[in-house]
C-alpha cells in the first residue's frame, strides 16, 4: 500500500503525515499467500517453506519509523542482492533468488543469533548509543565492547588496529545493546553449539575484508557492516541484509583523505544522513519525531541510489516501484517455481 491509499496503519500513528508522503508504505498478497509479519522496513511471508521479503521504503532510526525515502527499499535489497551474488559463496547463507527489485526468496532459519556482528574499520561520527564514537567521545568510555581503545582517537579516521568486532544485541523491548566478545560467544554458541560462534565470526571478517576490497575498486568505503545468521538444518548460515545503507556506513573513497584532513564528515551513502538530519531537528530517540520535508528524502535516496549505481556501475538510478509490480512479480514466481 502506497501512503496515499486507505488508512494509514495503526504503527505509524503519532508520526508527522507528510513523513509518509510517497513511496512503498506496505504491500500485501492475495490471502492463499497467508499471514504477514511486517518487520520495520520489510514485509514478510513463509511461502512452500521460504522466506518472501519485500524492502519497504520505510526508514527507522533510533528504534522509531521516521519517514518514507521513496526507492530505498529498492535499493536495499537489490545491494544487497548485488553482494550475495559477488561474494555469497564465502559462507553459507540463505539466498535463494530475488524475482523483483524489491524482494528477496530466501530459507527461512530455524533460529537466527540473537547478536549482531557488527565489523568496524574507522572510527566514524555516530549519534546511536551502540557506537564507538558516542561512547568513545560522548560518555568518555575507553574500553568498549570489552576492548580497549586508545586515547587521541580523531573522528573518522581508521582505526589504528584496523577491523574490529563490536556485538550487539536486542533489549526485550527492542533496543540495541552492547556486549562483549564473552557475552557474544554464549548467546551464540547456546543457538548453535560449542564453536559456533568462533565459525561464523570468521566468515563475517573474511567476508568483511573482501567486501572492502571489491567496494574500494568500485570508490567505496565500507567503514562497517553488520552482519546477521543463523542455523539451518544443522548448518550456520549468513541471513538477513547484506552491506546495504541500512547495515553499513558507506563513503565515497575519492574525497575522504580531503575531507578527513578539513575536519569534515564523508561524503555519506547510506541511512546516517537521517541520522544527522533527525540530530539536527533534536531529535535522538526520545520525544515527538520531527518531519521530514520531501526535499531532505530525495537527497537520502539519491545518496542510496549513487551506492548503487557505484557498485554495479550504471548511470541510471532504479526505477520507483509500485505494489501492483511486486505483487505480480512474487505471485508468477511462486507459480512458475
Known amino acids: 500500500m502506497s501512503p496515499q491509499e486507505g488508512k494509514r496503519p ?32 520489510a514485509d514478510m511471508w513463509i511461502v512452500d517453506g521460504k522466506l518472501v521479503i519485500v524492502r519497504t521504503d520505510i526508514n527507522s532510526s533510533y528504534d522509531s519509523l521516521i519517514c518514507t525515502i521513496p526507492g530505498s527499499g529498492a535499493v536495499v535489497n537489490s545491494s544487497s542482492v548485488w553482494w550475495f551474488r559477488k561474494i555469497g559463496h564465502m559462507g553459507i547463507n540463505h539466498f535463494l533468488g530475488s524475482p523483483h527489485r524489491n524482494v528477496m526468496i530466501a530459507e527461512k532459519m530455524d533460529e537466527m543469533f540473537d547478536v549482531e556482528f557488527v565489523w568496524r574499520s574507522y572510527f566514524e561520527r555516530s549519534s546511536t548509543q551502540t557506537s564507538l564514537y558516542h561512547n568513545y567521545v560522548n560518555e568518555g568510555k575507553r574500553n568498549i565492547y570489552g576492548i580497549a581503545f586508545p586515547p587521541g582517537l580523531v573522528v573518522n579516521q581508521e582505526l589504528p588496529m584496523g577491523q574490529i568486532l563490536t556485538p550487539t544485541t536486542k533489549s526485550k523491548d527492542g533496543h540495541d545493546l552492547i556486549i562483549t566478545e564473552e557475552e557474544a560467544r554464549g548467546r551464540v554458541d547456546k543457538t548453535g553449539g560449542i564453536g559456533t560462534y568462533d565459525k561464523f565470526k570468521k566468515t563475517t571478517s573474511d567476508i568483511y575484508s573482501s567486501a572492502k576490497t571489491v567496494a574500494w575498486v568500485k570508490g567505496i568505503i565500507v567503514a562497517s557492516t553488520k552482519f546477521e545468521g543463523g542455523i539451518k538444518d544443522g548448518q550456520i548460515k549468513l541471513a538477513d541484509e547484506l552491506l546495504t545503507p541500512h547495515s553499513s556506513r558507506l563513503w565515497i573513497a575519492s574525497t575522504y583523505e580531503e575531507r578527513f584532513a578539513k575536519g569534515k564528515n564523508p561524503d555519506s551513502l547510506d541511512k546516517e544522513l537521517l541520522r544527522r538530519k533527525l540530530a539536527e531537528l533534536g531529535f535522538r530517540g526520545e520525544g515527538p519525531i520531527p518531519r521530514i520535508t520531501p526535499f531532505v528524502a530525495r537527497k537520502i535516496g539519491d545518496a542510496y541510489q549513487k551506492y548503487l549505481m557505484m557498485l554495479r556501475t550504471e548511470r541510471e538510478p532504479l526505477e520507483f516501484s509500485t505494489e501492483e509490480e511486486i505483487r505480480e512479480a512474487i505471485v508468477n514466481y511462486f507459480s512458475r517455481n
Open 10 to 41: 495503526a504503527y505509524l500513528e503519532g508520526v508527522p503525515p507528510e513523513n509518509f508522503s510517497s513511496g512503498i508504505l506496505e504491500v500485501e498478497l492475495p490471502a492463499d499467500f497467508g499471514p504477514r509479519t511486517q518487520g520495520k522496513t
